[in-house]
């Protein structure tokens, strides 16, 4: 099974950076359209994401900083209708190259102050950015003053119930 595509990407190889490099990112209208349907928008008009990114006085590690701004619409999860929001949203993250002799084991921890780690020798900035304007999202958007009123329960149905529905009533029908 294939992972499918992302919907921006913007590879760098960790020997491209240098002393650091700045990029702007603004995806292509195709890339928005990915992103806005990876997202679940209704529509995303304008995203750009600045970022920077730097080695760390350590080795094999990098500092991740940018800012993410767009303007989306959502959809309302009570009253489906079309939510506008702006985001403008910073951040800051470590990335590491993971060491050599590790082995194909992930070890799986739930430490924030984990880097997050290189693989290939690439750092995709266009999927953090994405990433990032996903983080900065509502996972349950609701329009201000939206209220969700929970329907009545249906009164329980027994077979019974509804054969006797059926049957003719005192009366009727017999002749």
Wanted: proline content about 10%; glycine content about 6%.
């Amino acid at each position: 099974m294939s992972t499918p595509p992302l919907p921006f990407s913007d590879p760098v190889r960790i020997n491209q950076i240098g002393a650091g490099l700045e990029r702007t990112l603004t995806p292509d209208p195709e890339a928005i359209r990915r992103i806005a349907r990876a997202l679940d928008l209704q529509a995303l008009d304008g995203f750009t994401a600045e970022l920077s990114l730097a080695p760390t006085p350590s080795t094999r590690e990098w500092t991740l900083k940018g800012r993410v701004r767009a303007h989306a619409v959502q959809t309302c999860g009570i009253t489906l209708e079309p939510l506008p929001v702006d985001v403008d949203r910073r951040f800051s993250i470590q990335l590491a190259e993971a060491a050599p002799e590790q082995t194909d084991e992930i070890e799986v921890t739930l430490d924030e102050d984990d880097a997050d780690l290189i693989e290939d020798g690439k750092i995709d900035l266009g999927q953090y950015a994405v990433e990032q304007l996903a983080l900065a999202l509502d996972p349950f958007p609701r329009k201000p003053g939206a209220t969700f009123v929970q329907p009545e329960e249906p009164a329980e149905i027994s077979p019974f119930a509804a054969l006797k529905a059926l049957k003719p009533r005192d009366g009727e029908g017999r002749g």
